[in-house]
Each structure stands twice: as C-alpha cells, then as structure tokens.
C-alpha cells in the first residue's frame, strides 16, 4: 500500500521543465490580523515558549520540555473549559510559568508553588516549578486550575489589600468532575465511602485549607477527593447550574463569608432546605458507587459473592427459621413439599442468576453446576449430589490458591525488578516524622502522673564494658 501511494503521488506530480498551460497562479498572502483585546499577544522572548491560546508563558530549562510544559498546561485549561461548557475562551491576565532546577538534583520540600504579585503591568500570575525529581503532572494540573479560577476573578478591580484563596475542594473536586467526564473516574471509592457512612460531611470539606490539606495522608486526600468530586458534579447538575458555576468560579476566590452562602446565592434551589446540598452531594455520592451491570467481578470477589449466594433458609421442626448452605442443608430436602421446596430455593437461585452476569468468565462453568444442582433439590432428588458439591467445593479451592499465586508471583516480580522507589509511602514516612518531631504532649493530670510512673520504671541501658 506504501509503494502504491508513493507511485500515485510521483504520477500525479508534473515532469521537471514542462511549463503546464492550468497552473494556478500565485496568490498574495495577506498580513493576519491583530490580535483581539481579549486574548493580549505575547511575545515568545528568547529562552521562553508561549503555548497555543498564548495565556501561558513558560521559561528556564531547554525548548523541549518548555513545550510540554505548556502544553501540559492548555491541557487542564480545555478540561475546565470543557467542563463548564464554557466557549468564550476569554482570558486578559497570562500565567507565567518558570522552570527552576535541573534534573536529578535534591528538589524543595515544595516544588511547585504560586503567588499573585502586581507590578507596572498590572496583575500577574507566577507558577515556579523546580524540576529536579521531574514533574508531577497530577500536582502541576491542580496548580494550573487553580491560577485559572485565580485569573478569572482577575479580570476585574480589586482593592490592592485584596485576599485571594481557592479552597482545596474545589480545585480538587474539578480535577475529579474532569476525570468522570473522561470515562477515568474510579467507582470503588465512591463505594467504599458508601459502605463506611463517608468520612467527610461537607462542613469538614469547606474548613480544609491548603496547609490542612498537605497534612493529609493518601488515604484521607484519596477520599477528600472523591467527596469533592460529588459536591462538584451535584453544583453542576443543579437547573441553571452551568452558568451559575461559571459565575461562581468568579466570585470565590475573593469570598470571605460562609461557603453555603455562596452557594446558596449562585444555585437557588439549595435555598429550598438546610439540608438540600447534603441531600443533592448523598445523591451523586451514591449514583457514582453504584456498579454498573456490565462490571466483572475477580476471582475472590466472585467466590465471596457464591458463598452469599447459596445461602439456604430453612425451618426446624419448632418451626424457627435457620439460615445454612446449600453444602450443608442438600438432605432435608426429600423430606419437605414440593411447593415448599420452590420457596425454598427461589432466592438462590435468583441470586446464581444474577451473579452469572458478573461474575469471573471462568466461574460461570461452575455457577451453571450449582443451578443444576439447585434444580434437583427442587425436584427432591439428591443422587450424586454430595459428590458434585465436594468436587465443586474442591475447584474453587484450586481458583482461589491459583489466584493467591498469580498475585504473590506478580508482587514479586514488580518488587525485584523495581529500579526506582514508587512513593506509595511517603505519606506515611512524612506522617511518622512529624509524629516523632512534635510529639503530642497532653497536660491533664492523668497523663503527668503516667508520665513520672513511666521515668521512674525506664531505666537508661547500662554503658557496655
């Protein structure tokens, strides 16, 4: 095929010095016109690449990673523009961007950080990124949104003294409302938060700062993001709730009153009860943890769901309902009425036909065993059935031990052949230094006396000989 268009093009192509009598004449290329006021030209001094829309002005370092960097940048402006369906694309104060550092070197303890400054031109936007460890796109994205929503309540007079904040839950919940939009949102969390009863209520959302919330570990940022992410995906499917989360974009960085206050002037109908946004973010809370019919369950999950769903109940001869298994409870079954023997054995068999849907590929080979199984139950037959258990029993012992394996096996593997540390835990490294650095001292009375009781019965070691 590669041949052939190439054969095509020098085919189409005119012989060198033939004049051809059609050729088109030359047209005068006309001088663009002037940018528009709304998005001001910058121009690209040396040592200094401007991205595509030119709000970003990126500096330092050499050509090829300002040009990432930029467009790295115009990458988490189309997500939040995308977002708010917001096509205007109107912009007046540029974000400068400066690369310090070179690779392989120790980093800061910060190394991204953002400040708001005013000079001759006006407001400015600096964003110093130190690139010694390379860049942490998830870090350098949530800094961008949040010079974005900075930028936008820029655009009009403030008072020089004026303060300027975007909370950590709103910029988070953005990046997490994005991460939906593009199919990469994790529903686990959302179940897990379901299952716990939430770990945040969103009065604990509003009072998280930036320093409160780089005290977190991974565990309670994983789970402030996705409780963001509700609150702001609940605000964007309010009615009207587009244009007024535009507007409340605008108005928050210089808000210095109550968060439901805002809220409430900018999404009317949470005005209808104290309770509505709580009632609206429990809503999208429990819509995104819901799974979905088409999600398949791992080989564990699968034979935890079995085990629930082969749950019998049964009644003795008092008449009291007793809950078993199906391994266990196979031989009352010639003795009870057939009708009582479809009851019976009506909701495990449901719950085999629902599990078949989502269940691992591998398990459905043994679910239609155990319907089988269930059917001759149902017609008061129980011939081989002590086998058939036994031999399905023993199966799904195999599954489970091969899976156990296969998990063990791939752990290992990504252990030794890991060249770099993952930094899965240096929250809990940074947690355990803070912890030993400023101790929690208690002053009651209570905890003095254990503390004497305790230098009394600590002894120092005795000095080697």
Known sequence: MRHFLAALTIAALPALGQEQPDAPR???????????????????????????????RVTGTDFALRGSVAMLAEEAKSDLLRLTEDNTDAWKIPINIHLHGVQGEPAPDRPISQRIFINESGYQIQLDVHIGRGIDHAAFLTHITTGLIHER??????????????????????????????????????????????????????????????????????????????????????????????????????????????????????????????????????????????EVLTVAETD???????????????????????????????????????????????????????????????????????LLLQNGSVSEVETRLADLAATRAVMLEKTERARDYLDWFEITRARDTSGAFDDYLNLKARLKDNPHQRKDPL???????????????????
């Open 26 to 56: 030359a047209i005068p290329v006309e001088t663009p016109p002037a940018p528009s006021p709304q998005t001001p030209d910058i121009p690209a001094a040396p040592g200094a690449s401007v991205s595509r829309t030119k709000q970003f």
């Open 153 to 294: 309540a820029l655009r009009q007079k403030h008072p020089e003294d004026t303060r300027f904040n975007v909370p950590p839950w709103l910029v988070e919940g953005l990046r997490e409302a994005n991460a939906w939009r593009i199919g990469q949102g994790d529903r686990r969390l959302y179940q897990k938060l379901l299952d716990t009863g939430g770990i945040y209520k969103i009065s604990d959302l509003f009072e998280i700062d930036t320093p409160s919330h780089h005290a977190l570990d991974s565990v309670m940022r994983t789970a402030f993001r996705a409780s963001s992410g509700a609150l702001v995906m609940a605000l964007l499917e309010q009615p009207q709730g587009l244009e007024g989360f535009r507007d409340f974009l605008t108005d928050i960085p210089t808000f210095q009153g109550e968060m439901p206050l805002l809220l409430r002037r900018h999404f009317p109908e949470l005005n209808l009860s104290a309770t509505s946004l709580a009632k609206w973010w429990a809503l999208q809370l429990a819509a995104k943890g819901a799974t979905p019919l088409t």
């Open 304 to 374: 935890t769901a079995l085990t629930e769903a082969l749950v019998i109940h049964l009644r003795d001869p008092e008449g009291n309902l007793l809950k078993t298994s199906a391994d266990l409870a196979w031989q009352a079954f010639p003795d009870l009425e057939k009708d009582e023997r479809i009851e019976t054995l009506r909701p495990p068999q449901d719950a085999l036909t629902r599990l078949s849907l989502r269940c691992f590929p591998s398990h459905r080979p043994i679910i239609a065993e155990y319907q089988s199984i269930l």
């Open 447 to 465: 905890s003095i006396y254990l503390d004497r009781m305790d230098k009394l019965f600590t002894r120092d070691p005795l000095p080697s000989p």
